[in-house]
């Protein structure tokens, strides 16, 4: 059976190859073509199960029409739930996603991004985990390069992140308003900038109100449950027992309450919790956790925004600005 092509596409349809091809390709809204065209030439290409050449198009118009997007652990439900809004973003927008998971290590990340690079994606889309933006930069000259969730000082990559700072800020306020005046917060990695922001956040809420007799403590190195369990259990071993703790993340949360359940203490009687990330299981926890929700959908949505307008170069996308911080909100709970 001699299979189907935009040629014979176009004569069943009675459209040009070119407002095919646009269709197909999923550009048809950017070029303004009707819907009802859109539907009629898709409906067209699927009873005949046409399935384009990707590689002859690619070498057409020198795209590939895929996102490469890195996170450093896909287990956490914060980068879960994020890669999801992007792959669905980029998907509606007629584009592939290539995900990889770094693990927090740079050697993983290097690696990625050099696969993408050979791959010839047509932008990068990446939550870095090293130290140092020279690579990621080196890259940009050649590739549409978008940082998000974490980002470097100084440098010229475009970002979308939360303002971790403020985040931390209003969650230790919170804290210190319910009259809990002995605060353990346990922090993710320590070089990753959104940890560096909460703790900074964290210390400065702190100090605000030094007035108060607040003591603190900043400890742990991990996004991790692991993480979470094993801090949260020394200090409320220790000599002096927090009366609450801030988890850096929604994983370090669970570690925490597994080793408040082990001590046989309770939730907010005995010590206090909040949280940094939303997920809507922490409603269903007993209390429901507070916590501080980062925009998710609204940070998927500016990346995608701006790693498209780089790919395509296209001044119909708005953006406010190429470096973008998104101030968070409290959602309360019981926990505190």
Do not use: W
């Not at 050697?107 to 791959?119: D, Q």
């Not at 700072?165 to 009259?179: D, F, P, V």
């Amino acid at each position: 059976m001699k299979k189907d092509t935009l040629m014979s596409i176009a004569e069943k349809t009675g459209y040009s190859i070119s407002t095919i091809s646009r269709v197909l390709s999923g550009k048809g809204r950017q070029y303004r073509i009707g819907q009802k065209t859109i539907d009629y030439i898709t409906k067209v290409a699927e009873s005949c199960n046409y399935t384009p050449n990707l590689i002859a198009q690619s070498l057409r118009t020198n795209k590939t029409n895929t996102i490469g997007l890195t996170v450093p652990n896909i287990d956490n439900p914060f980068f879960a739930t994020l890669s999801g809004v992007i792959i669905n973003q980029l998907k509606s927008r007629g584009y592939n996603v290539i995900l990889s998971d770094t693990m927090e290590n740079v050697e993983n990340e290097v690696e990625a991004l050099t696969s993408f690079v050979s791959r010839k994606v047509d932008g990068i889309i990446a939550v870095p985990v090293g130290s140092s933006p020279d690579y990621l930069e080196e890259i940009s000259r050649s590739i549409p390069v978008v940082l998000i969730d974490r980002c470097f000082m100084n440098t010229t990559l475009p970002y979308v992140c939360t303002d971790n700072y403020s985040g931390a800020y209003m969650a230790t306020e919170h804290l210190i308003s319910k009259g809990y005046r002995n605060i353990l917060a346990i922090q993710g990695v320590l070089t990753s900038m959104p940890s560096k922001e909460r703790v900074r956040g964290f210390l400065q809420a702190v100090d605000d109100h030094v007035g108060l007799g607040v003591t603190h403590n900043v400890c742990g190195d991990a996004f991790s449950v692991e993480n979470g369990y094993r801090e949260a259990k020394r200090a409320l071993t220790g000599e002096s027992r927090p009366d609450a703790i801030f988890a850096f993340s929604t994983t370090i949360l669970l570690g925490a309450i597994k080793a408040i359940k082990e001590l046989g203490l309770n939730i907010p009687e005995d010590v206090a919790l909040i949280s940094f990330d939303n997920n809507r299981f922490l409603d269903y926890l007993d209390p429901a956790v507070t916590r501080v929700e980062q925009p998710v959908n609204v940070v998927g949505k500016l990346v995608t925004d701006n790693i498209i307008k780089m790919v395509e170069k296209d001044d119909d996308i708005p953006l406010s600005s190429s470096q973008i911080l998104i101030r968070p909100t409290l959602i309360e709970g019981r926990s505190c």
